[in-house]
């Protein structure tokens, strides 16, 4: 293919009137290139205008020139003009005398004579668009008229052939043209939307019935489904919007929209919709009855889970087990409270069945029939103490991955017991106080303020009236949970019991170890009741046990710390409870510091498992800690 070259001038060039008055006269812009010389041999007005340069400055100026950095595109097209006669593009953008580019459709021919010339119309494409917009605006207003009495006819046409079928239909059916006017309104619609098919046909159904969102925010023309059914062409099915009624009122409706085509065009679309309410309302229904089906296994499944922990740990014998003056008085006091809601303040030394005592006041009471919920307030870590009374929800903190019922919640109907509540750290002390007043709460995570039934028991092996003195337990929670004190004697005080117990317990053991041979004697019991029992009941359990372990041919090897014992060989020293006085607080923290220093000695150091300092005092080894912590003991 051959490149433009600039050349010499060859011979001069025709003037305009060589190409006739069709060149110069012609409204289309023309130019006249001779490629091999690289120029531009002439250009009609209609080209003078549209490229903005005169024609003695077009005649001057080679054809690059005119076309800046799209010489390989010039050569192209200027080499397949001369190869097929005729030839066309839209790839040259010519630069006005602006400097602005123009998008121009190039149609090429080749003129006879020499030397080689073409003759290259210009067509502004940009133009060429207007045009064919406006036609079609002038073509759409001629036939406006005729087309919208087509559109009615058609309409008229669909409502005389289904009248019967529109009539009889349970559903809401009405039609739109392409503008949203309402052509048809069946009986059904009629009904549902309050309005005359007369008060609709022939007005904007969307701004009638459907201009406003559920929740009250305006409903814009252009975002409504059943419009686009017949701008996009496609079958708009819709759930959870409303239709509105003469009246005001709305209800909320599933709607199909499905386009009317003739001839491929457009035209409106059918409207089929139906009252959802009640489906809604059952919907609404069930979703309350499963959430609460769900909630209330949720709380059987808590519940069961919490109840099968309490039988785990529970003690062996199921019943309170005296005939002592103390246990007497004891069990009146039980009689009395039980049949009312009382909140009871237990108080007592470590292992002296205060849980027993708060379970016995339960069962005795109208509440027998829901769960005695047990906290013990000693375990409960700071952080997790709101979510372990209160519950949470799912998302409050990291590790909350689902909603928990809380101790308050599941105590519900029942009673909620409060172990060692005078463990609660002095800052959590007025949670609980603003709940054991108001009985309302709200979960960690959850703004839904919800109400308890409870009867609250609390039990304490310390003196809150001391703590209360010292600053570290709050006076208006002592005066919120004392209203009933009960007092859990330890077993020193109440020594003829002592034998009972150790049967009963003894007994239980038997039965787990399968022995039948096992036999409780007098000197056994002589020597249990002796003992001073710092552990009280749970160290005496643990004694127990551990005898029936060791029995050989069904007698009881007890192992009981001698440094414990009252018997002759090491009298026991004088007391101030011997004196018939009580421990002052001093006191009473001296002696059980002793006693645990003492536990430690004879363990080795040893705080948990079996033969440990928690066994031999009777303690849970997380009560052990606790208390070793407020002490200030540490482990050997």
């Known amino acids: 293919m ?45 080209a003078t205008r549209l490229l903005g340069h005169s024609r003695p400055a077009l005649r001057a100026m080679p054809v690059s020139v005119l076309h800046p950095d799209q010489r390989p595109a010039l050569v192209v097209f200027t080499q397949a003009v001369l190869a097929e006669g005729r030839w066309w593009t ?78 009889a239909a349970g559903e809401g059916i009405y039609g739109v043209n392409a503008d949203g006017i309402t052509t048809f309104v069946n009986p059904a619609a009629e009904r ?34 059943i419009y686009a059914a017949f701008r996009d062409g496609a079958v708009h099915q819709v759930d959870g919007e409303v239709f509105w009624r003469k009246d005001g009122t709305c209800f909320p409706v599933e709607y199909t929209s499905t386009p ?59 019943g309170i087990i005296g005939r002592s ?33 708060a379970r016995a006041i339960h069962e005795a009471s109208r509440r027998r029939e829901r769960p005695l919920i047990r906290v013990n307030c000693a375990a409960i870590p700071r952080d997790l103490f709101e979510s372990e009374f209160f519950g949470h929800a799912k998302g409050a903190f990291t590790g909350a991955l689902r909603d928990r019922i809380g101790r308050f919640e599941l105590a519900d109907g029942g009673t909620l017991f409060l172990d060692e509540v005078g463990e609660i750290p002095l800052d959590l002390q007025g949670k609980l106080l603003r709940v054991l007043q108001e009985r309302q709460f709200e979960r960690v995570g ?53 034998p009972l117990i150790a049967q009963h317990v003894l007994k239980a053991a038997a039965r787990r170890l399968n022995r039948t041979d096992l036999r409780l004697t007098e000197a056994d019991a002589r020597r249990l009741s002796r003992y001073d029992w710092p552990g009280n009941v749970r160290e005496l359990e643990n004694v127990i046990e551990r005898a029936a372990i060791l029995a050989e041919r069904g007698r009881l090897r007890f192992d ?69 912590k407020v002490l200030g003991i540490e482990p050997l």
């Open 260 to 318: 009317i085509r003739e001839g491929g065009q457009l035209l409106g679309a059918v409207i089929v919709f139906r009252d959802v309410s009640q489906r809604r309302e059952d919907e609404d229904r069930l979703r309350a009855a499963l959430a609460e089906v769900d909630s209330l296994r949720e709380r059987l499944e808590q519940e069961n889970a919490y109840l099968k922990e309490e039988i785990r740990a529970e003690s062996h014998h199921q």
């Open 446 to 498: 959850e703004e839904r303020t919800r109400a308890v039934d409870i009867r609250l028991i609390a039990a304490t092996n310390r003196d809150l009236k001391e703590e209360v003195r010292r600053g570290r337990f709050r006076e208006d929670l002592y005066f919120r949970l004392n209203v009933f004190p009960v007092t859990s004697a330890p077993l020193r005080e109440r020594r003829e019991d002592v």
């Open 192 to 225: 549902m939307l309050g309005w005359a098919s007369a008060d609709l046909v022939g007005k904007d159904m969307h701004a009638t019935v459907h201009h406003t969102h559920p929740g009250g925010a305006h409903y814009p023309h252009h975002d409504c489904p």
């Open 560 to 628: 009981l710390p001698e440094t414990r014992s009252t018997g002759p060989v090491t009298p026991a020293p004088e007391r101030p409870t011997d004196l018939g006085r009580p421990l002052s607080e001093d006191e009473r923290r001296a002696r059980a510091r002793s006693e645990i220093e003492a536990a430690l000695h004879i363990s080795g150091g040893k705080v948990f498992g079996a033969g440990g300092a928690a066994e031999l005092l009777g303690l849970k080894p997380t009560t052990l800690r606790s208390r070793m």
């Open 90 to 167: 839209q790839g040259l953008t010519p630069h006005h005398a602006t400097g602005r580019p123009l998008r121009l459709e190039y149609a090429g021919c080749v003129l006879s004579g020499e030397p080689t010339r073409l003759l290259v119309t210009l067509y502004d494409l940009d133009e060429r668009e207007r045009r064919r917009i406006d036609r079609e605006a002038e073509a759409h207003m001629r036939a406006g008229l005729p087309e919208w009495q087509r559109m009615e006819r058609i309409f008229r046409d669909i409502e005389r052939g289904n009248r019967l079928i529109l009539r």
């Open 2 to 46: 051959r490149d433009l070259v600039v050349l010499p001038s060859g011979p001069e060039t025709p003037t305009a009137s060589d190409y006739g008055s069709a060149f110069a006269e012609n409204a289309e812009a023309m130019l006249v290139f001779e490629p091999v010389a690289d120029r531009i041999a002439d250009a009609n007005p209609a």
């Open 325 to 357: 003056p103390v246990m007497e008085a004891l069990l009146r006091q039980i009689d009395v409270v039980a049949g009312t809601d009382a909140t009871v303040l237990i108080t007592g030394e470590s292992g002296t069945g205060k849980e027993l005592i």
